[in-house]
């Protein structure tokens, strides 16, 4: 509930009891003009105008305040009421029982409209009005009875009334306040998700965050995202919206998790976590003093079960207690915020998706125009010098062409694997395999494809895996084929058998993948680097290779070193048990 709608309310309460009273003076006015009561008439002519104007004053006031016009008003008519009886003269418009019920009415004005210390201002004016009362039976003569009684009740009427009263206006406030609020976080909500939909920008959060701050009473509102500092996990304000006109020197704008551990564990539970400086441990506590921070309330961001980051608003100013109704509209804000981030990634996916895609395009054609250039070009020549072409040149010419057609096949089945494996029709065929001889009949295969000067030294150890011998074959083929293309002068390629795991390793001696790109070689149409002496690549071979490896309960890993190392680990056929014969991915 904000403030100002309280003071708005307290406003009104006034306003209208002075507008009460610009039309009761008026009737006043009026009825003394038309049947003054005593040559003591004067004195109310003298006394009404500038209770009238007083009044006007208070219903026209921005800061209207009722109670020194009400308290006036009282003493005044309490005053003549006195006067009257002592002079025994007439001195207003009401007997001594409506001059009674007037003095109770302005009380009970007076109780309600108070904020503070109600209960010491019903007793102060009940027992005035008892005293009052007193006074005007001692000076009428009236028996004790009478006396006591009328006094017990001016005391208790006053203030078992103001207390009533009181209660009603405290309902009715809260009422208010509580509609005022739920409209103002409904607002809120709406605004934040209206930015967070039209905007794809950083914008979008600045202007959903201050529509959140406005909901509230809070001093500042952040958006934050989880980053790294130093290798550390941490966070980084990315959004914000301080409150107009509070002072603070707020500079914490990013950090580390291991410096706030309740909020870290809080958020990564999912949990809403509220902090408040002064309850926390004496280490914790010091970062959110130096900020000038005396509470704070924040909700997790998720994108996809992950968490991203964080929203929630801090206090300055005081060490307040938030409400329910706060925490909920942050919940509903970071579900908001945290669809935002899933489209981003999800527009920022499919941009790198068609930047692949026109790569592929433009690889792919390259890479199949190349092999079918030579291809065609080869066969013509075949074809129009048949009687002028030697059998050995012709054999020659055939041979090349076999090798650029082997080569345009293993691009394309590069390519459907891909295809298939997207659309869950990559069907995987479990059986023992001999790693060596597999490695046997790729090299067999490239020797033909790659002809190439570097030396390729492989291990003779025997080991058996369980896994899809097709497959195998096509990731041996690629990792050993991107050694030749990219790697040093000297080509290893060696297996090793664990305990329930079987090693196949391809290395060599050339300059290695950067380690910024070590993982990014695995993803699809990804080239990290060209050969000067080989054509480029699609960019899809290591992107293939480690997808069938994890189909086949495997991983695919590059290990830098003076010898950079594709590994493959596979399950040991020894390892195996009970098994399922194929899967399909």
Known sequence: MSSRTAGSLQRDLHRQVAALFLVVVPVLILAESIAPFSDGAWIRFVAYPPLLFWTWRVWKSKTASAIPLLLAAMIFLGLLAVAEVALDRSLTPFDPAGTFGGVMLMSILVGALVERDRLGWAAGLGFSVGAWVIVV????????????????????????????????VDRLRSAVESHDRARRLNDAIAACSESLLVHSDVFALHEATRALLEATDADYAFVDRNV?????????????????????????????????????????????????????????????????????????????????????????????????????????????????????????????????????????????????????????????????????????????????????AELVEDLLVASRADF???SIRFE??????????????????????????????????????????QIIRNLISNAIKYGGSEIRVGVEEGDDRVLLSVSDNGPGVPMGEIELIFERYYRSIESPTMPGSVGIGLAVSRQLAELMDGTLEYIPGDWGRFVLSLPSYASVDTVDSSISA
């Open 137 to 168: 039976g001692l000076l009428s003569g009236q028996d004790t009875p009478t006396l006591v009684a009328r006094a017990v009740v001016g005391v208790a009427g006053v203030i078992f009334t103001i207390a009533l009263v009181s209660g009603l």
């Open 228 to 408: 790294t500092i130093d290798g550390e996990p941490g966070w980084e304000i990315i959004a914000e919206a301080s409150r107009r006109g509070v002072a603070w020197a707020g500079t914490w704008r990013k950090g580390l998790y291991s410096e706030i551990p309740t909020t870290k564990e809080a958020l990564a539970s999912g949990e809403p976590v509220v902090i408040r400086t002064s309850e926390l441990p004496e280490h914790e506590a010091r970062r959110y003093r130096e900020d000038g921070i005396q509470s704070e309330v924040g909700v997790p961001v998720f994108v996809d079960g992950v968490l991203r980051g964080s929203l929630g608003f801090i206090q300055y100013t005081d060490d307040r207690a938030w409400t329910e109704d706060e925490i909920q509209t942050l919940r509903r804000a970071s579900h908001m915020i945290g669809a935002y981030w899933q489209r981003l990634d999800h527009a920022e996916a499919l941009r790198r998706s068609n930047e692949s895609k026109d790569r592929l395009l433009s690889s792919v054609s390259h890479e199949i125009r190349t092999p079918l250039t030579a291809i065609v070009g080869l066969s013509e020549a075949i074809v129009d010098g048949a009687d002028e072409l030697g059998e050995e040149e012709v054999c020659e010419l055939m041979a090349i062409i076999a090798r650029q057609s082997r080569e345009l």
């Open 424 to 426: 869950g029709n990559l």
């Open 432 to 473: 023992p395999v001999e790693l060596l001889g597999q490695v046997r009949r790729v090299g067999e295969g490239l020797s033909q494809s790659y002809p190439t000067s570097k030396t390729i030294v492989v291990d003779d150890e025997v080991s058996w895996a369980w896994a899809d011998s097709l497959r195998v074959r």
